[in-house]
């Protein structure tokens, strides 16, 4: 059973798991479930996603209950109303707070601008030897993405050389393998904790929240980070 978060005539929202797809892609090929159909069936109704999450991310996952109110919804997802918060894990200690501004290329090869801010909230360093260094270092992050760019997260925060723990393709390989080999963890540290937006009908200002998983969890503890806030 999916977690319902929010839930009211014109809208559902869930907290969606790591490792589900949010509906069927060209881009992020096939798969046995998806979050669409199997909300459908768990409310017996017809649900459209209003924005999507990538597999390996969890959290807030906003759906509509009929087509009118996913064309108001999408319109606050497109003029950039909608307020998107992240928590992720970074190898080494990203500074206080940025703003990463850094074109993307999508996946139909066009450039487009996208926008990140990010504050540090906390920073690790563990007996973990990796390379030449004898320590691993770490921080918890809150990103808020301006825009809505394809995969925008993971790519800014490699771009700045501090690649989300767990991310395949635009992490760092050698350090999940680390992780994998002495922890026997692979997950992608970045979950969508917080999504708010202007409810549709009556323009009420709405807050969902999504708490982490058992595993997000478990890498925390492993770095003494206090994930109270969100669990």
């Not at 319109?75 to 909608?82: G, S």
């Not at 970074?90 to 074109?103: F, H, P, S, V």
Request: proline content about 3%; glycine content about 4%.
């Amino acid at each position: 059973m999916l977690e319902i978060l929010y839930r009211d005539e014109n809208l559902i929202a869930i907290n969606k798991p790591s490792g589900l797809l949010v509906h069927k892609s060209f881009y992020s090929g096939e798969a046995d479930t998806y979050a669409i159909q199997e909300l459908r069936k768990q409310i017996g109704q017809k649900v459209y996603p209003v924005h999507r999450l990538d597999r390996k991310t969890s959290g807030v996952l906003l759906f509509t209950l009929d087509k009118e109110t996913l064309r108001s919804m999408s319109e606050q997802f497109a003029t950039r109303q909608v307020e998107k918060k992240y928590i992720a894990i970074l190898r080494g200690w990203a500074k206080d707070e940025e703003t990463i501004d850094y074109d993307l290329i999508n996946e139909n090869e066009v450039k487009q601008n996208a926008v990140t801010y990010y504050q540090r909230l906390q920073t690790s360093e563990i007996d973990l030897p990796f390379l030449k260094h004898q320590t691993s270092r770490y921080c918890l992050v809150e990103a808020i993405p301006k825009t809505g760019r394809f995969h925008q997260l993971r790519k800014h925060f490699k771009h700045i050389l501090h690649p989300i723990l767990g991310c395949r393709k635009h992490g760092c390989n050698k350090q999940n393998k680390l992780w994998l080999q002495t922890f026997g963890i692979n997950k992608m540290t970045l979950h969508a904790h917080q999504l708010i937006f202007n409810h549709p009908v009556s323009n009420e200002r709405i807050t969902v929240n999504a708490t982490i998983d058992d595993e997000f969890k478990r890498v925390g503890d492993i770095l003494s980070f206090d994930l109270s806030l969100y669990s």
